[in-house]
């Protein structure tokens, strides 16, 4: 039973709009959120966090929503960038020292 | 460069071999979480150390097992390996365990393991 939730395995979005990857949970205790980028051959790489007592967290060009009562997060990229282009992890935590529960990932193709 | 080293970087097995993952967290890290992505899947987490004591299990086989040693590396051992073992083996440290605000894991690059 996937506890994190990415329904769109894939997503393409046109070079200068905004890109936004959708998460949902089912377990209300989850606490923490981060997001993940990964290009192919590389390990994922940290990219933004929001904890449960926010429901935005902000940083350059990545914004992380929160939406506790739909148990929905959300990552917008404004303006996208074909640089932008891999697969995105959404993850989760029940808090201090628990573990992360990840995502399937969704692929993100920004196109020039 | 995220500062966690995985080797080897690529590894082709027979069925029913054993095998090795080795990872060296970053400096000062005292947490390493060992995660699976298969072919299509996500990032399946198998179990985490902290300063040398099993911490966390996940969705980790019995045909695997890990440690962590002295000076904080981690091995991952898989044996009798199957063919549905077949995919990239993750990596990660941070400093504290679990998570807190701030307390990010950075992954390695990960160790390609194909079982023929």
């Known amino acids: 039973d996937q506890q994190v939730k990415q329904n769109s395995p894939s997503l393409s979005v046109q070079e200068g709009r905004i890109s936004i990857l959708n998460c949902d949970y089912t377990?209300?205790?989850?606490?923490?959120f981060l997001w993940y980028k990964k290009y192919p051959a590389e390990g994922p790489t940290f990219l933004i966090s929001?904890?449960?007592?926010?429901d935005k967290n902000e940083d350059g060009r990545f914004t992380v929503f929160l939406n506790k009562s739909a148990k929905h997060l959300s990552l917008h990229i404004v303006p996208s960038q074909p640089g932008d282009s891999a697969v995105y992890f959404c993850?989760?935590?029940?808090?201090?020292?628990?573990?992360?529960?990840f995502g399937p990932g969704t692929r993100l193709s920004v196109l020039p | 460069d995220s500062g966690v080293t995985q080797t080897p970087k690529h590894l082709i097995t027979a069925t029913g071999q054993r095998v090795t993952l080795r990872c060296s967290p970053r400096?000062?890290?005292?947490?390493v979480y060992w995660y699976q992505q298969s072919l299509d899947q996500g990032l399946q987490f198998l179990i985490q150390?902290?300063?040398?004591?099993?911490?966390a299990k996940g969705n980790i086989l019995e045909r695997f097992s890990a440690q962590q040693f002295p000076d904080l590396h981690s091995e991952l051992n898989l044996s009798s390996l199957e063919l549905g073992d077949s995919a990239l083996y993750f990596c990660?440290?941070?400093?504290?365990?679990?998570?807190?605000?701030?307390?990010?894991?950075?992954f390695g690059e990960g160790s390609w393991l194909t079982v023929v």
């Open positions: 990660a440290s941070s400093v504290r365990q679990g998570t807190t605000p701030g307390n990010t894991i950075y």
């Open positions: 993850a989760a935590s029940l808090g201090y020292g628990q573990n992360f529960v």
């Open positions: 400096s000062g890290d005292l947490s």
């Open positions: 150390y902290y300063n040398g004591e099993e911490r």
């Open positions: 929001i904890s449960s007592i926010k």
């Open positions: 377990n209300s205790m989850f606490d923490y």
